[in-house]
């Protein structure tokens, strides 16, 4: 089995999805990989590293040789008509969210495994991109704000008297939220967080956040969150907007699978917030959780309260974020691998329920 891995073509990326280490393992395996030269350099990642670890370097194409590929985001469309009829095709594709990637997947009849669709069952966890790469994100986005706010997060003793320490408000308590909370601890502030999910209060407590209640739960399938009504929003809201005028940085991490960023902060909230705040919101790829989010953007409101919305947090740890995304490929492809080559397992539901174009279900 030929594993082709070639740099990454989407702008601002900078992981990428095999490392040395994991490399190693495929060539363990039995596998051929052929890991594109410059592959990991974004990442930190050398050449020299790889070739160490058995793969061979190659100059320009690695895909169209391929009998599986790698990768972070998707190949372009015209990438992916180079294909092998009948290849894989293993990442964070997001088939949909373009029509001629999409065509050309069906076209060269490849078969794509876009991880964000896994199944999130405790088997996966360790395939688990949307998990590993929030960690990242969450940690980042924080680190972001403490370098945004005009203040120290941790409290002070000093000679020329006293510093509080900062309130920071992280809304969500997904992996990210949660990762967030964490390292604002680390940092010396005074946490707070809250999520729709009651269970969320024992994570938040044992992570040395606080539970801030607002009195809404929208537990709803599978672990996740349900989107709420319109009461349980003004609810949250009407609690919220009084709160966030003590508050000196918000992390917002909220999301509901499948759809849009739930709208959590207000202008109006934004508004009474004091001047020299900060909101770093995480969701900004999907529309934010406030309603001033630019995305990819930092900027200025009219009563100085800095909004950021940062798109591409993963990549900014690029090595770490590499080494458990690639892992996370790495376990994935194992389901995979036989040593006289690729073999799928229908029966299991981490490939049938990851695969796309989605299979059609066997005759009863
Ligand atoms: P996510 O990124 O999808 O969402 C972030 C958080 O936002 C969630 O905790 C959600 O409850 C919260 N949220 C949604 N609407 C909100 C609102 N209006 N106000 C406040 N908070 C709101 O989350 P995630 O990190 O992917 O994890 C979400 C769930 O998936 C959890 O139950 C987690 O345990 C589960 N999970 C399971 C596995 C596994 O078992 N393999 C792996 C990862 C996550």
Redesign the pocket.
Known sequence: VIIGVARESAPGERRVALTPETAKKLVAAGAVVHAQRGLGALARFPDQAYADAGAELVDGDVLSGADVVLCVQSPPAAAIATMKQGAVLVGALHPQADEARAAAIRERGVVAFPLERLP???R??AM?I??SQ?GMAGYKAVLIAAQLAPRFFPMLTTAAGTIRPSKVLV???????LQAVATARRLGAQVEC????P??REQIESLGGKFLDLG?S?AGE????R??TDEE?AL?QQRLAEHLKGIDAIVS?????GRPA?K?ISAAMVDGMKPGSVIVDLAAETGGNCELTRRGETFETGNGVVVAGPVDLASMGALHASEMFARNLYNFVSLLLREDGLAFDWDDELLAKTVWPERAAAPA
């Open positions: 999130r069952t405790t996966a966890q688990d949307l998990s929030a809304v969500g308590a997904g992996v990210a939220g809250f999520d729709v999910r269970e969320t809404v929208a599978g672990g996740y969150a989107p709420l929003r949250q991490t909220a999301a509901v699978p739930p959590i």
